[in-house]
Nanobody, 124 residues
Framework: QVQLVESGGGLVQAGGSLRLSCAASGRTFSNYAMGWFRQAPGKEREFVATISWSGGRTHYADSVKGRFTISRDNAKNTVYLQMNNLKPDDTAVYYC?????????????????WGQGTQVTVSS
């Protein structure tokens, strides 16, 4: 069992930045690929970014490529999502997720563990 707790959400103006954190506990963090997903009101959950167990491989949704950066610190059991040049369309609840994998994992259905989410609101 893995417990995931997100933090770092908040209200920011368009063009601003936020850094989300996801702290993991319960199992060997370095065995897990990690992902960030988001869900806006009235919309389906969508993939944002994923990172492999070592941090050596990453993959991003086209909508955030060049603006968001996913990273991890296995010594701290934490994965991060640095979000720059935020837009109102980035407003959503952001979730981190974990699954045992050697690579990156894009599909939400493939993840085994999820956090409770953190709200990000971008004002125009």
């Amino acid at each position: 069992q893995v417990q995931l707790v997100e933090s770092g959400g908040g209200l920011v103006q368009a063009g601003g930045s936020l850094r989300l954190s996801c702290a993991a506990s319960g199992r060997t963090f370095s065995n897990y690929a990690m992902g960030w997903f988001r869900q806006a009101p009235g919309k389906e959950r969508e993939f944002v970014a994923t990172i492999s167990w070592s941090g050596g491989r990453t993959h991003y949704a086209d909508s955030v490529k060049g603006r968001f950066t996913i990273s991890r610190d296995n010594a701290k059991n934490t994965v991060y999502l640095q979000m720059n040049n935020l837009k109102p369309d980035d407003t959503a609840v952001y979730y981190c997720a974990a699954v045992i994998s050697w690579g990156t994992v894009v599909a939400g259905k493939d993840y085994d563990y999820w956090g409770q989410g953190t709200q990000v609101t971008v004002s125009s």
